[in-house]
């Protein structure tokens, strides 16, 4: 069983920046596929992937802002958020995937015009 605990998010001016953090808990997540997603309403979709090896994917809309990283030592994933919009307004989800799916709780981050 994986635990994840997101931290990191807040209230910020349009251009600035945060960094989530999610510790996980419970078991190893270095081989696991590890995500951040966001979610408005309803809606979820995905931020950025990083997979064991360390390969890379982000949505279209973060490309060049958001930069996703691991570090297995401390079984933590990170999403740094820079030229931050107000679109980017949501709350974030720490995402792990492996055998399971494992979903943190969330972090609220705020990004006001």
């Known amino acids: 069983q994986v635990q994840l605990v997101e931290s990191g998010g807040g209230l910020v001016q349009a251009g600035g920046s945060l960094r989530l953090s999610c510790a996980a808990s419970g078991s190893s997540v270095s081989g696991y596929v590890m995500g951040w997603y966001r979610q408005v309403g309803n809606q979820r979709e995905l931020v950025a992937k990083i997979?064991?090896?360390?390969?890379?994917t982000y949505a279209d809309s973060v490309k060049g802002r958001f930069t996703i990283s691991r570090d297995n030592a401390k079984n933590t994933v990170y999403l740094q958020m820079n030229s931050l919009k107000p679109e980017d307004t949501a709350v974030y989800y720490c995402n792990a995937q492996a055998f399971r799916t494992y979903w943190g709780h969330g972090t609220q981050v705020t990004v006001s015009s």
């Open positions: 997979f064991s090896g360390g390969t890379t």
